[in-house]
């Protein structure tokens, strides 16, 4: 090889100049492409960039693919239904920049745009249609995976409820602990330290029943009460 000869990098090299002195375009295939890109084929860029334009191409409102798309003076697009209901609802600032829009007449349509979602997507609602089915089903396996993790956390804590009953109550009675001789705050002190033992330990599985009794009007007899007629 010369020191003059031009190195190959696995693309058509240009042709020969035409009869005006201009250069033909270099033409490269799919095949050709790819042997110089390995790493990335056609189908998956165009892929990667649909996905992408999609983004652009839902309206900034009710995301969804824009119908009749209109273009605001802040070169925001929208679609006409919603960029109106928006104004109808005496909000006349655009959603996306938060600047002031004049008047409806301002908003410009938009014919390339729709053209271009025409062409991506012919068919607008059976596209819709077949996303929606595919965010219901993803909801359902969601709502399914939170009611698995729920039914397993229920299951703990049956096992703990069981576990708590199989053992030994701690000592509640609280009329066995108490002495006359002790004054209104060590009772008082007593009662709620046992009611927290309660509490904290056992899982009444039906309403707890006092051993004294109650006067006649039916209010609750108080701990100094309790005290005299266990001493009398």
């Known amino acids: 090889m010369s020191a003059f000869e031009p190195l190959s990098s696995g693309l058509p090299l240009p042709g020969p100049r035409g009869a005006r002195g201009r250069k033909r375009p270099l033409e490269i295939n799919r095949d050709?492409?790819?042997?110089?890109?390995?790493?990335?084929?056609?189908?998956?860029?165009?892929?990667?960039?649909?996905?992408?334009?999609?983004?652009?191409?839902?309206?900034?409102?009710?995301?969804?693919?824009?119908?009749?798309?209109?273009?605001?003076?802040?070169?925001?697009?929208?679609c006409k239904d919603c960029i109106e209901k928006c104004q109808r609802q005496a909000q006349k600032q655009?959603?996306?920049?938060?600047?002031?829009?004049?008047?409806?007449?301002?908003?410009?349509?938009?014919?390339?745009?729709?053209?271009?979602?025409?062409?991506?997507?012919?068919?607008?609602?059976?596209?819709?249609?077949?996303?929606?089915?595919?965010?219901?089903?993803s909801n359902r396996n969601m709502a399914e995976a939170h009611l698995a993790n729920i039914e397993k956390v229920l299951e703990r804590q049956r096992a703990l409820v069981a576990a708590s009953r199989e053992q030994e109550p701690p000592a509640v009675e609280l009329l066995t602990k108490l002495r006359p001789e002790m004054t209104l705050f060590e009772v008082l002190t007593t009662f709620h330290i046992e009611?927290?033992?309660?509490?904290?330990?056992?899982?009444?599985?039906?309403?707890?029943e006092s051993s004294s009794r109650a006067p006649d009007d039916g209010a609750p007899l108080s701990p100094a009460t309790r005290l005299d007629e266990r001493s009398e």
Do not use: G, W
């Open 32 to 78: 050709q492409y790819r042997a110089v890109n390995p790493r990335y084929t056609c189908d998956e860029m165009s892929s990667v960039d649909i996905a992408a334009l999609n983004v652009e191409l839902r309206c900034p409102i009710c995301l969804r693919l824009m119908r009749d798309p209109v273009a605001t003076e802040c070169l925001h697009r929208f």
């Open 94 to 137: 655009c959603p996306s920049c938060r600047k002031p829009i004049a008047t409806r007449r301002s908003l410009r349509p938009d014919p390339s745009m729709k053209r271009l979602i025409a062409k991506l997507y012919p068919d607008l609602d059976a596209f819709e249609a077949d996303e929606e089915a595919e965010m219901l089903a």
């Open 195 to 208: 009611k927290h033992n309660f509490d904290l330990y056992y899982v009444p599985c039906e309403p707890f």
